[in-house]
């Protein structure tokens, strides 16, 4: 079992890269700009399963495959760099459309389907092979070699989603009194198109958290 003061230093130290604007965030603020509130849930679980992804990887050995093979960490990379630059020339699109063609009172764009903005935010972690770094690189340095490993990473996992979820959910209640209006749910909307095809273009030209 993981000693507390084992888990609260991984927490401390693993806040600010939860805190960091990424791929997570910015669908958050894409998916409440346009949907409400409740989809912030989806895309808390998406990223939940994502990092419970990135964990099991890592304790059965696939992740250090994954990086330390040059040509797939490379193939992975610009899959995501692809799929964010993809979703966000989508996102900016969509953004242009109401829900009513009198242009009065309208509501969000293109509010998208629980399911779907699940699997946007699975795929935007799964597909980040920066993320399994946290668990080659981050992780191992909490673990106690006399325990078994796996039950350790889990833990820590653990944490790891339930800081990410407390943000996540932060910064809906934020979002949610800032989107208020339709013109500024588009706002937010087209400003988290542009970031989504940043993270993807910097994917690719550069090392991002």
């Known amino acids: 079992m993981t000693h507390p003061s084992t888990l609260a230093a991984f927490v401390a130290v693993v806040f600010p890269l939860v805190a960091t604007p990424g791929a997570s965030l910015t669908l958050l603020i894409r998916h409440v700009a346009a949907g409400g509130g409740r989809q912030a849930v ?3 679980l998406g990223t939940a399963t994502g990092i419970y992804t990135h964990a099991t990887l890592a304790a059965v050995g696939l992740s250090a495959v994954l990086v330390r093979s040059d040509t797939v960490f490379t193939v992975v990379t610009h899959l995501g760099a692809l799929y964010l630059v993809g979703l966000g020339l989508w996102t900016w699109r969509a953004s ?21 903005t699940y699997v946007e935010a699975l795929l935007g972690n799964v597909l980040n ?3 399994a770094l946290v668990y080659l690189t981050l992780v191992p340095q909490f673990l ?13 996992a653990t944490a ?3 800081v990410m979820a407390v943000w996540l959910a932060a ?7 800032l ?17 989504l095809v940043g993270l993807g273009v910097l994917a690719v030209l550069g090392p991002v958290m």
């Open 42 to 44: 989806p895309v808390v």
């Open 96 to 116: 242009g459309r109401t829900a009513t063609p009198s242009g009065s009172a309208d509501t969000a764009p293109d509010a998208v389907s629980l399911p779907r």
């Open 171 to 177: 910064c809906t209640g934020v979002l949610h009194r």
């Open 179 to 195: 989107v208020a209006t339709a013109r500024a749910k588009r706002l937010f909307t087209r400003a988290s198109a542009l970031v």
């Open 129 to 131: 092979p920066k993320a």
């Open 160 to 162: 790891h989603v339930t």
């Open 144 to 156: 106690d070699t006399g325990l078994a490993v796996a039950g350790q990473i889990l833990t820590l």
